[in-house]
């Protein structure tokens, strides 16, 4: 996939969509176990799902800044030829 001009498109593609779905997934299917355990409404539920989505943000900004620092060095790698 590096030698065509959109592998590192999907790469990250995948990569975001990792970071939002899967947290979200696991998170509403551990609220929705909690809710059941202990029989407290949508709310353990809702509190899994704020707490994935907290995680999924923290994720994203990670894989963001590390993409946004290989830029930035194809850059100036470019730049110095």
Request: net charge positive; aromatic share 14%.
């Amino acid at each position: 996939m590096k030698d065509t001009y959109w592998g590192p498109v999907m790469r990250i593609l995948v990569s975001i969509t990792a970071w939002i779905a899967g947290p979200v997934i696991i998170g509403s299917l551990i609220g929705r176990w909690l809710d059941q355990k202990f029989n407290t409404g949508p709310w353990l539920f809702l509190i899994a799902v704020g707490i994935c989505f907290l995680v999924s943000m923290f994720g994203l900004t990670i894989m963001a800044l590390k993409e946004f620092k290989k830029i930035d060095e194809e850059y100036k790698n470019k730049a110095k030829k």
